[in-house]
């Protein structure tokens, strides 16, 4: 192919590409009540406000500090909040639950309901954490790049949509910390053990092995 068909070629295909990009923000923003005047305004100076605003969640939405080794893997999942704490854990098929999970004493309050977008972060590397908030490694880190851990109710339903995950790796929800019959804080966390998927508990005043994974969200 000469060079100047394939200049053409490439100017058509950049050419589609923004045409579906355009396709896209003019439907959203006539599913929001937006009409042409608002399109207008992307022209005019108070129009590079709102694109400034827009590349800077862009920015935010890209995975954050990959630069420094972590790995951020989004999800979508429905979360249904209506679900009792048995049927929460049922959900998730397990071949093996802990005891903590027929009690009353971990939190199974769901963040909010419907559907959401839910990451998988990995810093590749061990992480401290403490029963104390404040002096978590692991809750600083996660508030650095601009997450929040999630919970039990969530844990199990990443489970029930993504079961053979956890046979490559253990994920853990920080969010529901509670403590335990033998008094210790411990959280969920989603494992393997022979063939057998699990939802355990794991002491957070451990350091967390650089292979694990921890389901958050964006603040």
Same mark, same amino acid.
């Given at each position: 192919?000469?060079?100047? /068909? /394939?200049?053409?070629?490439?100017?058509?295909?950049?050419?589609?590409?923004?045409?579906?990009?355009?396709?896209?923000?003019?439907?959203?923003?006539?599913?929001?009540?937006?009409?042409?005047?608002?399109?207008?305004?992307?022209a005019t100076?108070?129009?590079?406000?709102?694109? +400034?605003?827009?590349?800077?969640l862009?920015?935010?939405?890209?995975?954050?500090? *990959?630069?420094?080794?972590?790995?951020?893997?989004?999800y979508?999942?429905?979360?249904?909040?209506?679900?009792?704490?048995?049927?929460?854990?049922?959900?998730?098929?397990?071949?093996?639950?802990?005891d903590?999970?027929?009690?009353?004493?971990?939190?199974f309050?769901?963040r909010?309901?419907?559907?959401?977008?839910?990451?998988?972060v990995?810093?590749?590397?061990?992480? *401290?954490?403490?029963?104390?908030?404040?002096?978590?490694?692991?809750?600083?880190?996660?508030?650095?790049?601009?997450?929040?851990?999630?919970?039990?109710?969530?844990?199990?339903?990443?489970?029930?949509?993504?079961p053979?995950?956890?046979?490559?790796?253990?994920?853990? *929800?920080?969010?529901?910390?509670?403590?335990?019959?033998?008094?210790?804080?411990?959280?969920?966390?989603?494992?393997?053990?022979?063939? +057998?998927?699990?939802?355990?508990?794991?002491?957070?005043?451990?350091?967390?092995?650089?292979?694990?994974?921890?389901? *958050?969200?964006?603040?």
């Amino acid at each position: 192919m000469s060079k100047s /068909k /394939k200049n053409v070629s490439g100017l058509v295909s950049s050419l589609g590409m923004l045409m579906s990009i355009f396709t896209k923000l003019f439907e959203k923003m006539r599913n929001a009540g937006l009409g042409d005047e608002d399109l207008h305004r992307l022209a005019t100076p108070e129009g590079d406000i709102l694109l +400034d605003k827009f590349v800077e969640l862009m920015a935010k939405a890209k995975s954050p500090k *990959a630069s420094e080794g972590v790995t951020f893997t989004p999800y979508i999942l429905t979360i249904d909040p209506g679900l009792s704490p048995e049927a929460i854990v049922a959900q998730g098929k397990f071949d093996w639950a802990h005891d903590e999970f027929r009690s009353d004493r971990p939190p199974f309050k769901v963040r909010s309901g419907g559907e959401r977008e839910l990451v998988l972060v990995c810093f590749n590397r061990d992480v *401290a954490d403490s029963d104390v908030d404040s002096e978590s490694e692991l809750l600083r880190e996660l508030d650095r790049l601009g997450l929040q851990p999630e919970g039990l109710p969530e844990l199990c339903a990443f489970g029930a949509k993504h079961p053979d995950l956890q046979r490559e790796f253990p994920i853990a *929800a920080r969010r529901a910390a509670w403590r335990s019959a033998s008094g210790n804080i411990v959280c969920p966390i989603v494992n393997w053990h022979d063939s +057998d998927r699990t939802l355990a508990v794991n002491l957070v005043r451990n350091c967390w092995h650089r292979n694990c994974r921890f389901l *958050a969200s964006r603040k």
